[in-house]
Each structure stands twice: as C-alpha cells, then as structure tokens.
C-alpha cells in the first residue's frame, strides 16, 4: 500500500486530493489484514512526502529549483540516495506500526474455556 501511495502522488500531487480518494479505498484493505487506521493514514502520509521531493508534477518544488537555478537532473542525483533511505526508514516504521497495532490488539490474558471473563468470576 506504501508504494501505490507513492506511485499514486505522481499523478495527485495534492495532499488532500489524494488523501480523499486514497483513504477510502485503503481503510477496508487495511481491515482485512488487521491494520489499524493510523497505520493506513501513515502509509498514505508517507508516500506522500517521500514523493514530494522528487515529483516533476510538484509545483512548487519546481519553482523552487527553477529559482535556485538547480537542473531536476542534478536535484534527482542529489536527494535520490536521501529519499532512498527514508524510503526504508518508512518500511521499517511502518512494520513496526502494523506489529504494534497486533499486540495491542491482543487480549492480556486467555479467557477461560466456559466462556465469558465474567463465568469464572464468581468461583
């Protein structure tokens, strides 16, 4: 999902535009393998900004680099080995994120076998 997002902002390179359209179609993915929404609204958020600094269809990132006489060229040269790292920094916490969000999932302690918590409360 991390990358599509990426992918996606190439075409979208508003951060709300692409909030509004991915957002809906992530929520119910992430339910299926039992993420929570932070992580969904993370992965979407992190896509996002990893793309922005290397994005041709980002205004204002070419304007910056046409006023600062820097070529996209060199700019890619540049912040490609940056953004590659941060592209893994964002896998990592994202996996964190997702095993976070099973453990906390997780009950503290096994019910027991008749049932309810509350069956063996009166024993």
Do not use: Y
Not at 59 to 74: D, E, R, S, Y
Not at 104 to 114: D, R, T, V
Request: hydrophobic fraction near 50%.
């Amino acid at each position: 999902m991390f990358i599509s997002a990426a992918l996606m902002h190439f075409g979208i390179s508003s951060g709300s535009g692409e909030s509004a359209l991915l957002i809906p179609i992530f929520s119910p993915l992430g339910d299926n393998p039992d993420l929570t929404r932070q992580v969904m609204v993370q992965t979407v958020l992190l896509g996002e900004g990893i793309v922005n600094c290397i994005s041709p269809t980002s205004g204002v990132l070419m304007a910056v680099l046409a006023t600062a006489g820097i070529p996209f060229g060199k700019w890619l040269r540049f912040v490609g080995p940056v953004v590659a790292v941060w592209f893994v920094i964002c896998i990592v916490m994202l996996s964190i994120g997702s095993r976070l969000a099973e453990v906390s999932s997780a009950p503290e302690f096994p019910l027991p076998a008749g049932g309810s918590a509350t069956a063996s409360a009166g024993r």
